[in-house]
Nanobody, 122 residues
């Protein structure tokens, strides 16, 4: 099976920086889009940043110019560098990956990390 493991959350003052990382492991055939969300889908979740396998990126307007998403296809990892953090960035951040995996034959589904808390104080 496949799992995503997140790390890097914490407490930081406004204007500070954090770097979130997420590693996918298991019976992975390939990974399409990867991204970061604030809260889980279906619970007012918001896309923060997304990156395609080819490296094209998409950011929420509220984080453009401050956050940078990147990925390493060889390591099946995705990272989110968060600079100039604001109190309104405070949330639980979830890693997401669209993965084609081995299940006898191949199958495709969304996978989610466990969530990591980011708290930005004034």
């Amino acid at each position: 099976q496949v799992q995503l493991v997140e790390s890097g959350g914490g407490l930081v003052q406004a204007g500070g920086s954090l770097r979130l990382s997420c590693a996918a492991s298991g019976s992975i055939f390939s990974i399409n889009d990867m991204g970061w969300y604030r809260q889980a889908p279906g619970k007012q979740g918001e896309l923060v940043a997304r990156i395609t396998r080819g490296g094209s990126t998409n950011y929420a307007d509220s984080v453009k110019g401050r956050f940078t998403i990147s990925r390493d296809n060889a390591k099946n990892t995705v990272s989110l560098q968060m600079n100039s953090l604001k109190p309104e960035d405070t949330d639980v951040y979830y890693c997401h990956a669209d993965i084609i995996y081995h299940r006898g034959n191949l199958a495709r589904r969304d996978y989610w990390g466990q969530g990591t808390q980011v708290t930005v104080s004034s």
